[in-house]
């Protein structure tokens, strides 16, 4: 995709273009997101706007059509590409993108038109157990309403965030291509939360628990998980193993719970422990 990413970079009319046509389409969101990160990520955040507001406008409609993904993950992939390009910190970003997705999932952003009434009107005629289930929760004082909200709210942030994530990674993997290459590599291999940035989260967990904030505690994890994630990566590298380490890794982190919870604890470790720089120092 470096091509195509280097014709885009030959102009705003050409990223604009390319933004506007990916974002018409609706799995190709993620495209049109990377497109005006690697503009604002190389250009800054004024000489990209153009491209940002070509991106938009399809992804505007969609919105209004009720897909909220594919405007929401432009808006926090170009905050967090500002916030990387002004800070050169993977983690700052990653903080700031995390926070204002929590802040969307609180204001009930990702919710259907109709609220989650008719979802669970759906699922009760559409199967008996699961009737049965939301019965027996009712019967026992849960607010099944409001439980909805917070599972489809939660679950619509999270997948939002990666998202968002995932394009900025990939508009700087563009941008290290074609101006600095093996830099993404390097920088994302030393991405690490300093220990301030770990106390922050937590302390952000925590008040969201005590202030019935469950956005907070829901997506908070989220960049600890990519600094575990960038971890493995690291070592990885610095080991010189086969990249199937690297997709046997991806496979259980994707299908296996007690897997993303390892990578939680590794990367929380990481943060005292420093692995990367013991490793390279014991080489």
């Given at each position: 995709?470096?091509?195509?990413?280097?014709?885009?970079?030959?102009?705003?009319?050409?990223?604009a273009g390319?933004?506007?046509?990916?974002?018409?389409?609706?799995?190709?969101?993620?495209?049109?997101?990377?497109?005006?990160?690697?503009?604002?990520?190389?250009?800054?955040?004024?000489?990209?706007?153009?491209?940002?507001?070509?991106?938009?406008?399809?992804?505007?409609?969609?919105?209004?059509?009720g897909?909220?993904?594919?405007?929401?993950?432009?808006?926090?992939?170009t905050?967090?590409a500002?916030?990387?390009?002004?800070?050169?910190r993977?983690?700052?970003?990653?903080?700031?993108g995390?926070?204002?997705?929590?802040?969307?999932?609180q204001?009930?952003?990702?919710l259907?038109?109709?609220?989650?009434?008719?979802?669970?009107?759906?699922?009760?005629?559409?199967?008996?157990?699961?009737?049965?289930?939301?019965?027996?929760?009712?019967?026992?004082?849960?607010?099944t309403?409001?439980?909805?909200?917070?599972?489809i709210?939660?679950?619509?942030?999270?997948?939002?965030?990666l998202?968002?994530?995932?394009?900025?990674?990939?508009?700087?993997?563009?941008?290290?291509?074609?101006?600095?290459?093996?830099g993404?590599?390097?920088?994302?291999?030393?991405?690490?939360?300093?220990?301030?940035?770990?106390?922050?989260?937590?302390?952000?967990?925590?008040?969201?628990?005590?202030?019935?904030?469950?956005?907070?505690?829901?997506?908070?994890?989220?960049?600890?998980?990519?600094?575990?994630?960038?971890?493995?990566?690291?070592?990885?590298?610095?080991?010189?193993?086969?990249?199937?380490?690297?997709v046997?890794?991806?496979?259980?982190?994707?299908?296996?719970?007690?897997?993303?919870?390892?990578?939680?604890?590794?990367?929380?470790l990481?943060?005292?422990?420093?692995?990367?720089?013991?490793?390279a120092?014991?080489?």
């Amino acid at each position: 995709m470096l091509p195509l990413a280097r014709w885009v970079m030959r102009g705003t009319p050409h990223a604009a273009g390319a933004a506007v046509l990916a974002a018409l389409v609706p799995w190709l969101f993620w495209f049109s997101a990377a497109v005006a990160a690697l503009v604002t990520l190389r250009r800054g955040l004024a000489p990209a706007l153009p491209v940002i507001v070509a991106a938009a406008l399809p992804t505007g409609w969609w919105w209004v059509q009720g897909d909220t993904i594919p405007l929401a993950s432009l808006l926090l992939v170009t905050l967090m590409a500002v916030v990387l390009r002004a800070r050169m910190r993977w983690s700052e970003a990653l903080i700031a993108g995390t926070l204002v997705a929590a802040a969307l999932v609180q204001f009930g952003v990702f919710l259907p038109p109709g609220g989650a009434g008719p979802l669970l009107e759906q699922l009760r005629q559409s199967s008996t157990e699961i009737g049965g289930m939301l019965d027996q929760l009712s019967a026992q004082g849960v607010a099944t309403e409001q439980l909805a909200i917070l599972l489809i709210g939660g679950i619509t942030g999270l997948i939002v965030t990666l998202a968002a994530i995932a394009c900025l990674a990939l508009a700087r993997s563009w941008q290290a291509g074609l101006y600095n290459p093996g830099g993404f590599r390097a920088e994302f291999h030393a991405l690490r939360l300093q220990g301030r940035e770990l106390a922050l989260l937590i302390a952000l967990t925590v008040i969201g628990a005590l202030l019935a904030v469950p956005a907070l505690p829901m997506l908070g994890w989220v960049p600890l998980l990519v600094s575990g994630v960038a971890l493995v990566h690291g070592l990885v590298g610095l080991k010189g193993m086969n990249g199937l380490w690297l997709v046997a890794f991806y496979v259980l982190l994707l299908t296996t719970w007690p897997m993303i919870l390892i990578v939680l604890l590794l990367g929380c470790l990481d943060t005292f422990a420093d692995f990367r720089a013991r490793l390279a120092r014991s080489q």
